[in-house]
Every structure is written in structure tokens, then in C-alpha cells.
């Protein structure tokens, strides 16, 4: 198992990266139509990695629902505290649209900081069992790829050059592979601790599925792409149903 | 438990229009700060009611059918992702538009109308399923049902509603709570094995406004000041739906 932790945290950290560099050569148009049709099927797969995946898992694994729903509770607070923190950081001086300003260092520290707990989550979910880590791990990739692609965005605004921009961004995401590997021998070795990690990591779905993505997604009201995002969302449901359900996965 | 179904559709509904139209009357500076307090509030008690009562209480009841449970959760948020969708698009399809200034008096009544049904099926199935559960989603309901009913208000208003108009208007839509509500109390108690499910998509819908409604919105004010009193009451909606589960333990 630890040879598919590692394979999918550099999967999730580098590969996401690369895909992005190619979606950002491929030129703006063809890229910003590629990023709003994954975040749509992003959306469908962190809903259902989370709420069909990760969160009956770790109840399974606990033996009763109420622990596991208050680590829930308690890690959405503790993104919506992170997102404030965020916010606060770099608009306390004047009220600034987030993410027209957020400058490059704080951008790539984030970043880290982010790759950081994706580690954590491939490795809690590949100790659960390997669907649940492959569906953990592909969810991964599809929403670090168009939040890479954005992060190139601002620290090319921010005047970096291209290769500058991406020999910084692979440095920020590498975080993801050390901490898939230590936590994978720490959570192996406390294994009771497996259901709050994966709790965790579907409050961390679900915070950016719906505080995130929707937003986002409701902000574009024309009715053709409307339809291409119902349509997106739906796929994500069914790849990831597909992964959980069908792969073999009995209750 | 009727006479509590009917008491708390009657608060959530008439009564929160009520309240709405006493803050209208108070002056705009000291509306908008109770409407923001509220706003704060109901995200904390929304998430908790949800995570600690709602989801727990519908995997126990449902003899422990964690996977079924959530998949309903899950297509009732996909039901209400695709139901904003449709709103938006109903009044964005020729142009693009915020949502909110372009929205026709009609739309705004008979979405609220919409709303306080679905309100109305939420309060009767918690009740049906546990007293406690019951009071906590009244609560919820009742607090994000203000700010809404102040800003459908206001939106009416502004649409050249007389204030009397516009009151009377905004109460009849809302009434659609206590029919509702007392007509899935006797459906739901016939078919009791499909309460566990109605209470997931209900839970559903409170996670959805919670994250994808309010949480954003909450982001948009910067502000020290504001994080604060954010933070402080949020907390404050979680500890009184805690307050509630500890009376239930001590009965």
C-alpha cells in the first residue's frame, strides 16, 4: 500500500502541477474552459469521495456515528477559521477582493500548507482500504489542478517569469509526499486514529465542494453552461460512485 | 408532539416574518448589524443541528444504514445546488446579473413560499423522530428564517411594495410552513421508515445554506471587528444546540 501513497502523492503534488503548465501553454481560451469544467466535476467528486466514501468508512470504524460527526463539525469550523485567517492576512489594511491580491509568498505558503494536509489525506485513506484511497487520491488531483493553474495566474501577475513561477510552485506542492509517507507510518501505527483523519479530511471535502466551488459555479447564469455544469457535477458523482460502490467495496 | 409541530411552523414562519419586520422599522444602521449577528448565529446553529443531531439520529434510526443515509444527504444537496440553479437562471438567462437586485417580486414570494414548505416537512419529520432534534431544528429554522424574511422585505420594497403590502404579501407566502408541516406529521408518521431518510436531505439542505449560502457571505466582510464577532457567534449557535443535546441527556 505504501507504494500507491506515494505513486498518488506525487500524482497529486507534481502531476498536478504538470497538467496545469500544459493547460497554461494550451493558451487562455482553451484553458479557462478546461478549469470551469473541472471545477464542476471537482465539485461532484469531493461530495461523494466525502459523503459516500470517507464519512461511512470512519463511522464503520468507529462503531457510532456521534464521534464522528463532531470531528466533522469541528474541522469545518477549523477551515472556515483558516479561510478568515487567510482573508484577514492580506485585507486588513483595505477591502480587497482575495484573490485579485493575494501576494506570491503567501500564495505559495498556502500552498504548501495545503499539499501538506493532501498528504495526510491519501495516507489515512489508503490505510482505510484502496478504493477509499483511490478515491481520496483522484479527487485530490482534480481539484489541485485548477487550483495550481490559478496559483501560476497570480505569481505570473505577480511578475515572476514562467519557469521562476513554476520551479516555486513544484517546491510549495512537494510537501504532499513526505507527509503522505510519515503519516502513513504513524497513523499505521495508531490505527484508532484513522476515522478522525478521515473525518477530518470530509470536512475538508466538504468545506471546499460547497463554501468553495458552488459559489464559484453560481456566478456563470448562462443556460448553456448551466447545463454543461449539471452535467460535470453528475459525472463526478458517477465516477466516484463507480470507484466506491462498484469497485468491489461490500458492506 | 403536534401542538409542538404546529407552535414552532407558526414561529418559524409567521413569527420570523415578524421579528423581520420589526428590525425593518428600527432603522437601517442597527438592522444591518442584527441581521449580520443573525447571519453569524444561524451558520453555527445550522452546521450544529445538522452534524450533531440530525445526521447522527438518521444513521441510528435507520438501523445503521450509514451508506443509504448519506447517499440521500448527498442528492439532496445535488437537489438544491440544482434548485439555486434554476432560480438564478429563471431571472439571469437574458443577461448576466447579481441575483439578488434583479430578482422580480413574484420569484422572491414564491421562492419563500417554496422555502417555508420544505420547513414546514423539516420540523414535522425532526419531531416525529425525537423531541430534542425537534426543538433544535426549530431554532435553526427560526434563525436563519429572519434575515431572510428581512432581506425578501427589503427586495420588496424596493420593488415599490407598500410596507403594509409588502408585509401581508411576504406573510401569506409563508404561511406554506404550517400546512406543510402538519400534513407531512400524519403522512410521515404513517410511512415512519422514511423518516431517517427525509431528516438526511433536510440535514442536507441546512449544511447547504450553511456552507454555500451564508458561509460566503460571511467571508465578505474583512474586517478585525467583524471576524470576531463572527467567530464568537457562530460559537454561540453551536453551544446553544449543545446546551439542548445536554438537556436531552440529563432527561
Known sequence: MLFWVIFFSIMGSIGAILA????????????????????????????TAALIGLIPEAIEMVGEPHLVTIV????????????????????????CEVHAHAPGPLVLIGD?????????????????NFQIGLAA??????HEIPQETGDFGILLHDGMTLKKAFLYNILSSTPTIPAAIISYFVLDTFRATVPIFLAISAASFLYIALSDLT????????????????????????????????GGHNH | MIFWVILFSILGSVGAIIIAFFFLS?????????????????TGTLLAAASLGMIPTAIQKSGGQVQMVMSFFLGGILFFFILEKLVIWRHCHDETCEVTETATGQIILIGDAFHNFVDGIVIAAAFLLDFFIGITVSISVIAHEIPQEVGDLAILMDKNYSKKKAFIYNTLSGLSTIPAAIISYFVLDLASLSIPYVLAISASSFIYIALSDLT?????????????????????????MVLIFVWKSLI
Not at chain 2, 224 to 232: A, D, G, S
Open chain 1, 112 to 128: 504548501a500548507f495545503h499539499n501538506f494536509t493532501d498528504g495526510i489525506v491519501i495516507a489515512a485513506a489508503f490505510l482505510t
Open chain 2, 216 to 240: 460566503p457571505e460571511l467571508h465578505k466582510k474583512v474586517g478585525f471587528k467583524y471576524i470576531i464577532r463572527q467567530v464568537l457567534l457562530i460559537v454561540a449557535g453551536i453551544f446553544t
Open chain 1, 20 to 47: 496545469a503548465s500544459v493547460f497554461f501553454i494550451l493558451g487562455e481560451n482553451i484553458q479557462k474552459k478546461l478549469i470551469s469544467a473541472l471545477l464542476s466535476f471537482a465539485t461532484g467528486t469531493l461530495l
Open chain 2, 26 to 42: 428600527i432603522g437601517k444602521k442597527y438592522q444591518h448589524k442584527l441581521v449580520n449577528c443573525l447571519v453569524s448565529y444561524a
Open chain 1, 137 to 142: 487520491s483522484i479527487t485530490i488531483i482534480i
Open chain 1, 72 to 95: 466533522i463539525l469541528g474541522g469545518i469550523l477549523f477551515f472556515f477559521f483558516l479561510e478568515k485567517f487567510l482573508i484577514w492576512r492580506n485585507c486588513q489594511n483595505n477591502a
Open chain 1, 215 to 246: 459559489p464559484q459555479l453560481h456566478q456563470r447564469t448562462e443556460t448553456k453552461e448551466i447545463i454543461k455544469q449539471l452535467i460535470l457535477v453528475l459525472l463526478g458523482i458517477v465516477v466516484m460512485a463507480i470507484i466506491l460502490i462498484i
